[in-house]
């Protein structure tokens, strides 16, 4: 029987991939549901190919024009229209590919109608991981990471060893800038920071590759997914990007997840859990390879890791705080309204600026979600 998936951000780079999985093995998998933004042409290509039952776009212009278009599926609109696509009765498993905070309710609308999930937008577990793995436990529902350090680890994992963890080692490509001089750091342009050595990715999570703040967040989500202390949780630069995660046992033993860079790997493991499927990605050989290299990260160069860590330890609302001020600052960047150096010098001000009392909850990490984007925006 296939497996019929609905997936949320499908016409982002995860969302792609992912439907490339499938369509490499249409007897496993079926797409019941489609969620796009504002890419309406991408998605409507991907509706003539895979015949979803619903969909939903960000707006309700977007849906009308749609529903005329395909008057035969069920279109729906904006964070409304995402949550009701993560409920929908005939998904099993719906990926959430989304950018952002905007994630966080629709996988929580997911988690609560018992749907399993695959998750690839961190945020949700950076800025409200108190909330949702609660809830994860409470519904019994398989919760599975698509990022490749994350699947890494959860490929690994033994259970009936985690007690006897030690650490886990989270590696870094350390993007585009890892052997650049700081003192230029300043004439950093969105154009040069787009081009990322191995992955490609959006615009977002490329520019947070760059900073290093992408790694930093994964922090926060390994703490919460895997249930260790930030101070279990070490990064090391890997600019191969073919070791993506290891765990070190107290016995001495160090375990890793090792292939070549292409998100097909672990999206399919994602998919097809607690089975493995037949991929074309291509196999590892490394005689090919020939070197693999690890450096301690450069925490002057790239402060923004270093304060995940603190942020990681104060908890409550921070971590939210963190993650809204890094979108808004990457896209004033991306805008060219600040320098590369500025969006660490903004998150940094926004944090130390908070003195509020909110409670840890979904609203209240919502309201610190909002409070921090209005004071990037006051700062900029």
């Not at 005329?68 to 959430?96: I, N, T």
């Not at 989304?98 to 949700?124: R, S, Y």
């Not at 942020?311 to 921070?318: E, I, L, M």
């Not at 600040?338 to 001000?349: D, G, T, Y």
Request: glycine share 6%.
């Amino acid at each position: 029987m296939k497996k019929k998936i609905s997936i949320l951000g499908s016409t982002g780079s995860i969302g792609v991939n992912t439907l490339e999985v499938i369509r490499s093995a249409p007897d496993r998998f079926e797409v019941v549901g489609l969620a796009c933004g504002a890419n309406v042409a991408l998605l409507e290509k991907q509706m003539e190919v895979f015949h979803p039952k619903i969909v939903s776009v960000g707006t309700e212009a977007m849906a009308l024009s749609l529903q005329q278009k395909f008057p035969h599926v069920e279109v729906l609109w904006g964070e409304e229209g995402l949550c009701a696509l993560a409920q929908e009765d005939c998904a099993e498993l719906v990926v959430c590919a989304l950018v952002g905070a905007k994630g966080i309710k629709p996988t929580l609308a997911a988690i609560g109608a018992k749907k399993d999930v695959a998750l690839a937008n961190k945020e949700v577990l950076v800025a409200a991981g108190a909330v949702v793995m609660p809830e994860v436990q409470k519904q019994g529902v398989k919760f599975l990471p698509i990022d490749s350090e994350h699947s890494a680890i959860f490929q690994v994992f033994e259970n009936h060893n985690r007690s006897a963890i030690e650490k886990i080692t989270l590696t870094a490509s350390g993007g585009p800038f890892l052997h650049r001089p700081k003192e230029t750091f300043s004439s950093i342009t969105p154009e040069e920071a787009l081009k990322h050595p191995c992955w490609s990715m959006g615009k977002r999570i490329t520019i947070d590759s760059a900073t290093l703040m992408n790694k930093g967040f994964e922090v926060i989500e390994a703490h919460w997914l895997f249930n260790l202390t930030p101070s279990q949780i070490e990064v090391v630069v890997h600019p191969q990007s073919v070791v993506h995660s290891l765990i070190s046992y107290r016995d001495g033993n160090t375990l890793a997840c090792l292939s070549l860079p292409d998100m097909k790997a672990p999206i399919s493991y994602a998919l097809s859990y607690p089975e493995r499927i037949s991929t074309e990605v291509a196999r590892l050989n490394l005689a090919k390879v020939k070197e693999l290299t690890f450096l301690e990260p450069d925490h002057e160069k790239f402060p923004l890791l270093k304060l995940s860590y603190e942020v990681a330890k104060k908890g409550n609302v921070f971590p939210a705080l963190l993650n809204a001020a890094d979108e808004v600052a990457v896209e004033a960047f991306l805008k060219k309204q600040i320098s590369f150096i500025q969006i660490a010098k903004l998150i940094e001000e926004t944090l130390s600026s908070y003195s509020k009392s909110l409670p840890l909850s979904l609203e209240g990490i919502l309201e610190a979600d909002s409070w921090a984007r209005r004071k990037v925006g006051e700062l900029i």
